[in-house]
């Protein structure tokens, strides 16, 4: 699905004609994979448009940047500004955000540190990622030939735009394949997580989610869901999984801002079936929360309107 085009972009503190947003071919994140970036997602409330949980996706994306030693020209808060002025400005209810922060025109070579750093906030309306037929009845998944890479090789911490290359090759395979998305093992032959998004499972009564020492992103949905399910009364522990834990789990869902909650209906063919009771009421609240239904949930929403 092409991009659906909105007014302005914001790019190193102006906002830019959304045709004018452009960089330069010798740039060097689009080289060597150096840039840092977050995914984040606004949805139409009562109250208009709210970021849903602003300022932790910027400080994750300060963290990926610290990982990496750039110094970011900007303060958390000030990027946090410009995200809600890039949603206020395009007149957008609800919407993807992508900001990226990276190494700009001027410099080449493997070493970053002398090169110049750019910072630009682009949103568009963007709609279920993985599908409404996989957020009702669930999505087919694959266990990728490809193993996400140890954390001695990038950090899995970081949202390094580099990392997805990793990511891509299993999405691909997945897809080619005829099935909807890929979970990543890590060296050691754990579950780590999906393409772009984290992984539970529900056995016995228990939802059971990687340690993020297995190699999975430390998810904001994550922890949102995280502090769903404890709410609703559900007992959630960090295991490493096996793939034969997949197999025999008695419900699974994935979690991730672009995806949101999504039950797995299998894997590796092996059916789970239609989403279970604990990931329905997961997937519920989290979709009233992010509309500012859920009244303890309402610190999670960064509200756009002045
Ligand atoms: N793991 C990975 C590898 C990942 O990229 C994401 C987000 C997650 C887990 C879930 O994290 P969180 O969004 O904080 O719950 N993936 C972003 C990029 C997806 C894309 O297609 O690009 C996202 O969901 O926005």
Same mark, same amino acid.
């Not at 790019?11 to 080289?31: C, N, P, Q, R, S």
């Not at 409404?132 to 970081?158: C, F, L, T, Y």
């Not at 735009?161 to 080619?176: D, M, P, Q, R």
């Not at 393409?195 to 989610?209: A, D, L, P, Q, S």
């Given at each position: 699905?092409?991009?659906?085009?909105?007014?302005?972009?914001?790019?190193?503190? =102006?906002? *830019?004609?959304?045709?004018?947003?452009?960089?330069?071919?010798?740039?060097?994140?689009?080289?060597?994979? /150096?840039?840092? !970036? $977050?995914?984040?997602?606004?949805?139409?409330?009562?109250?208009? +448009?709210?970021?849903?949980?602003?300022?932790?996706?910027?400080?994750?994306?300060?963290? /990926?940047?610290?990982?990496?030693?750039?110094?970011?020209?900007?303060?958390?808060?000030?990027? *946090?500004?410009?995200?809600?002025?890039?949603?206020?400005?395009?007149?957008? $209810?609800?919407?993807?955000?992508? %900001?990226?922060?990276?190494?700009?025109?001027?410099?080449?070579?493997?070493? +970053?540190?002398? &090169?110049?750093?750019?910072?630009?906030?682009?949103?568009?309306? @963007?709609?279920?990622?993985?599908?409404?037929?996989?957020?009702?009845?669930?999505?087919?998944?694959?266990?990728? /030939? @490809?193993?996400?890479?140890?954390?001695?090789?990038? %950090?899995?911490?970081?949202?390094?735009?580099?990392?997805?290359?990793?990511?891509?090759?299993?999405?691909?395979?997945?897809?080619?394949?005829?099935?909807?998305?890929?979970?990543?093992?890590? +060296?050691?032959?754990?579950?780590?997580? &999906?393409?772009?998004?984290?992984?539970?499972?529900?056995?016995?009564?228990?939802?059971?989610? %990687?340690?993020?020492?297995?190699?999975?992103?430390?998810?904001?949905?994550?922890?949102?869901?995280?502090?769903?399910?404890?709410?609703?009364?559900? #007992?959630?522990?960090? $295991?490493?999984?096996?793939?034969?834990?997949?197999?025999?789990?008695? #419900?699974? !869902?994935? =979690?991730?801002?672009?995806?949101?909650?999504? %039950?797995?209906?299998?894997?590796?063919?092996?059916?789970?079936?239609?989403?279970?009771?604990?990931?329905?009421?997961?997937?519920?609240?989290?979709?009233?929360?992010?509309?500012? $239904?859920? #009244?303890?949930?309402?610190? @999670?929403?960064?509200?756009?309107?002045?």
């Amino acid at each position: 699905m092409p991009i659906q085009k909105v007014d302005k972009i914001w790019m190193d503190g =102006t906002l *830019v004609d959304w045709d004018d947003a452009k960089i330069h071919v010798l740039t060097h994140t689009l080289h060597y994979g /150096s840039g840092v !970036f $977050e995914g984040v997602r606004a949805y139409a409330t009562a109250d208009g +448009p709210a970021v849903f949980r602003l300022t932790d996706h910027i400080r994750r994306l300060f963290d /990926s940047a610290a990982m990496l030693m750039i110094e970011v020209p900007f303060s958390v808060e000030q990027i *946090v500004e410009a995200v809600k002025e890039t949603v206020r400005v395009n007149n957008v $209810e609800a919407c993807y955000i992508r %900001p990226l922060i990276y190494l700009g025109y001027g410099e080449m070579g493997l070493n +970053p540190l002398p &090169c110049q750093v750019n910072v630009s906030v682009a949103v568009w309306p @963007w709609g279920t990622y993985l599908g409404e037929e996989g957020i009702r009845h669930g999505v087919r998944m694959k266990v990728s /030939s @490809w193993r996400r890479q140890d954390p001695n090789i990038i %950090p899995p911490a970081a949202k390094v735009t580099g990392l997805y290359v990793n990511s891509s090759l299993a999405k691909v395979e997945a897809l080619k394949s005829g099935y909807d998305e890929a979970i990543l093992l890590n +060296p050691q032959g754990y579950v780590s997580e &999906c393409t772009g998004e984290n992984i539970f499972v529900v056995k016995g009564g228990r939802i059971i989610t %990687p340690p993020l020492a297995a190699g999975a992103l430390d998810g904001i949905t994550r922890d949102s869901v995280w502090t769903i399910a404890r709410d609703l009364g559900y #007992e959630v522990v960090e $295991e490493n999984l096996l793939r034969s834990d997949l197999y025999i789990a008695d #419900e699974a !869902f994935l =979690t991730g801002t672009a995806a949101e909650v999504v %039950p797995i209906r299998s894997v590796d063919d092996r059916l789970i079936g239609e989403p279970g009771e604990m990931t329905r009421k997961i997937q519920e609240t989290y979709f009233a929360a992010i509309r500012g $239904e859920v #009244e303890a949930y309402k610190g @999670w929403l960064e509200y756009v309107r002045v």
